[in-house]
């Protein structure tokens, strides 16, 4: 995505879709990163909740990113995807939060 928002053509976006994409992928680096290491810690001692949590993030980073790379690249804002997707990602993150205070 970061190849795509740096060298697609402007006609291919939809007004102000570049920076909304940029936007988009700057989020999905991070929560994959946030993910990568949430999956290299979780390794040797892991409750449901903190699986829950992960999970949460996952499903919240796709409906997030993908509804504004959908309103990005059409300019039509994909009904509530990307709110839902980022009210979950907020929800998420608490529950990873409260399994990390039970697992200690």
Do not use: K
């Amino acid at each position: 995505m970061g190849a795509l928002t740096a060298h697609l053509p402007d006609a291919h976006f939809a007004e102000g879709g570049r920076i909304m994409a940029r936007s988009a992928m700057d989020m999905q680096m991070w929560q994959g990163i946030a993910l990568l290491a949430l999956g290299l810690g979780l390794a040797e001692r892991t409750n449901r909740i903190l699986i829950a949590g992960g999970w949460g993030v996952l499903a919240g980073t796709l409906m997030f990113c993908g509804g504004v790379y959908n309103t990005a690249f059409t300019g039509h804002h994909g009904s509530h995807i990307a709110p839902i997707g980022g009210g979950m990602l907020i929800l998420s993150w608490l529950v990873l939060a409260a399994g990390w205070v039970r697992r200690s």
